[in-house]
């Protein structure tokens, strides 16, 4: 099936440039228009290989700008089709890593979620909504993968001690993280990937804690809907059986308060701007491993390499589609069927809300932004308020265990079935949606 679907995507590419270039070389269509109809091929192309998972995503990242650089086709140069590997915001994830890394290995994070579940004295729903706010804290500022990572086998130990289903607690952990994340430029890929496609438009980025401005809403509100509902409609499940050994023995503890202090120090400059943001986090990064909380192995095994490559291959097909004019010709026709800015906002958002639960939300954002920045011109409106609800709609995603990565790393844990994130989270997406259309707009005026 995989390999049928990679032909297939094969073949609508090599269709697409043949009667493109049919029609560039016979009817005398404009070179321009034609290398937009191109650019949306390819991007369909990219969305099908996304959506079936047929190829690994970072090889599908890399095929967006193989193709655009490629002799015949030549919507990019290659040197402007690979330069994203340079692109700031990626830099900035790479640091972001590392630095997160640092704070792992000394065993902070794992000092952190031992003194939640202490506090909450055997209570499930106290545990839910300390750990709730613990991991959404942490995952504002470090990776929500390895946040929630370090949890699960101290949730398991104290649901076992304390008589607790895991099934009742692992859920909500992993919606937290994904909603902690939309708090800060660096909890989670989309932010930054916004940022990146305002810049590139000519526009100013958002402050390091403006995404706060909505993402702290919605976390507010998640940790509500689950002390309130939620919790109801989450399985009695138990985990398939695992050992966990006790690894703190294993960290760097002496090291601990160092790394707390790099990464204090990091948003400390950003917040107030005293140092450059990639400067100030490239800084962090460097620290983390020259004063030993991690050695210059684990800084590289802690970069996510998906992540880097989705963003810089994704990165250069934004940038064809608002070269070519792809971005505006399809801006163009969802213009003529949306009557209002709101109209607008609610189409983006339920998009990507639905696309970024069955393929990477970094993917997605790349995809939807810059289509979601040619709308807004379209209308003649602020685009701010279209691409932060594209960010929110691609991380607030409950739906599937594949949504996000700490959706999937709690399924085997919890005991889950597929439906039963359908089941506990399709409440929360609906609030999540609502929120955001209803309030962006007034945070961000069109």
């Not at 990626?90 to 000092?111: H, N, P, Q, R, Y």
């Not at 120090?265 to 460097?286: D, E, Q, R, S």
């Not at 505006?328 to 800015?341: E, F, N």
Request: net charge neutral.
């Amino acid at each position: 099936m995989k390999k049928a679907l990679i032909i297939i995507s094969i073949f609508a590419l090599i269709l697409g440039f043949v009667s493109v270039t049919f029609a560039d070389t016979y009817t005398g269509v404009n070179a321009f228009n034609s290398k937009a109809i191109m650019t949306i091929i390819i991007l369909i192309m990219v969305a099908v290989l996304f959506l079936t998972d047929a190829l690994p995503l970072p090889i599908t990242a890399m095929l967006a700008p193989i193709t655009l650089s490629f002799p015949g086709i030549d919507i990019l140069t290659s040197a402007d089709a690979f330069k994203e590997f340079g692109n700031k915001w990626v830099v900035l994830f790479m640091a972001a890593f590392i630095i997160g890394e640092a704070v792992f290995k000394t065993g902070f994070a794992d000092k952190v979620g031992r003194a939640t579940v202490k506090a909450a004295n055997a209570s499930q729903l106290k545990l839910t909504i300390l750990i709730m706010i613990t991991i959404g804290f942490m995952s504002a500022f470090l990776s929500n993968t390895g946040t929630i990572a370090v949890f699960i086998p101290i949730v398991i130990g104290i649901c076992a001690s304390a008589n607790i289903k895991p099934g009742k607690i692992l859920m909500p952990m992993a919606f937290a993280a994904s909603l902690g994340g939309t708090m800060t430029l660096v909890g989670t890929p989309p932010n930054a990937i916004v940022n990146s496609a305002l810049e590139s438009a000519g526009l100013e980025p958002f402050g390091f804690f403006e995404f706060a401005k909505i993402g702290a809403i919605l976390f507010i509100a998640g940790v509500l809907y689950h002390a309130l509902i939620g919790y109801r409609l989450l399985p009695d499940t138990d985990p398939i059986t695992k050992s966990f050994e006790n690894k703190r023995l294993e960290y760097r503890t002496e090291k601990m308060w160092i790394s707390v202090a790099i990464l204090v120090f990091v948003i400390l400059m950003t917040a107030t701007k005293m140092i450059p943001l990639v400067t100030a986090f490239m800084l962090g990064a460097c620290l983390a491993v020259s004063t030993g909380c991690i050695t210059m192995k684990e800084a590289f095994d802690s970069i996510s390499w998906t992540t880097i490559f989705l963003f810089a291959g994704m990165i250069p097909l934004g940038t064809a589609m608002n070269t070519t004019g792809a971005a505006k010709l399809i801006a163009d026709i969802v213009v003529s069927h949306v009557g209002s800015p709101i109209a607008l906002l609610a189409a983006t958002f339920i998009i990507t809300a639905i696309v970024t639960n069955f393929m990477s939300n970094t993917a997605t954002t790349v995809l939807m932004t810059p289509i979601g920045i040619a709308l807004a011109n379209g209308f003649g409106v602020n685009p701010e308020p279209i691409v932060i609800g594209i960010a929110m709609a691609a991380s607030a995603c409950f739906l599937t265990p594949i949504a996000t990565p700490p959706n999937t790393i709690v399924l085997e844990y919890g005991g889950y079935k597929f439906i039963d994130y359908l089941k506990a989270g399709w409440i929360l997406q609906v609030i999540v949606a609502i929120l955001s259309i209803t309030l962006i707009p007034i945070i961000w005026p069109f």
